[in-house]
């Protein structure tokens, strides 16, 4: 299945990686797409529209022309990717592959989620310069 004659578009904030890897794939790959900025430090993933479209309430989703919603980076890249060369033939590479994909989500997202948290919080009690520093 090609992916080249479906539209789609690409539900991500601009400062988050998880998008980012999505938009990447997305462009390695010539895949045209429309992007939707969702600003998640304001709350855009939180609301009714969104929400119908990601009960989660995160970025990335991709909305496929024909097949709906989708989101988790992870699953949206392997979707991108199917049948090229971004996914190794042969099976043992391509568990390698997955090796990545699940190690980066268990440590570089949570990693990244506790500097996220640390940032809210920097700002919420008013750290000097921490709005300045992470907006
Ligand atoms: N495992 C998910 C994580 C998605 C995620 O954490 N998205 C963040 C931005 S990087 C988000 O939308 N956060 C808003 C929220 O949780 O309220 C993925 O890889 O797509």
């Not at 690409?10 to 797409?33: E, M, Q, W």
């Not at 600003?39 to 496929?64: C, H, I, W, Y």
Request: overall charge negative.
């Amino acid at each position: 299945m090609s992916l080249d004659n479906e539209s789609m578009t690409i539900y991500g904030d601009s400062i988050s990686g998880n998008c980012l890897k999505v938009k990447f794939v997305a462009d390695r790959l010539g895949l045209p797409y429309d992007w939707v900025e969702v600003s998640v430090l304001k709350g855009e993933t939180r609301t009714p529209d969104f929400l119908a479209m990601n009960p989660a309430g995160q970025v990335p989703v991709v909305l496929f022309a024909d097949d709906g919603p989708l989101a988790q980076s992870n699953a949206i890249m392997l979707h991108l990717a199917q049948n090229t060369d971004l996914i190794p033939d042969d099976a043992f590479d391509r568990a390698l592959m997955f090796q990545w994909l699940f190690w980066e989500q268990k440590f570089v997202e949570v990693l990244s989620r506790n500097i996220n948290g640390l940032m809210e919080a920097s700002i919420a009690v008013g750290t000097p310069g921490a709005r300045a520093i992470f907006q």
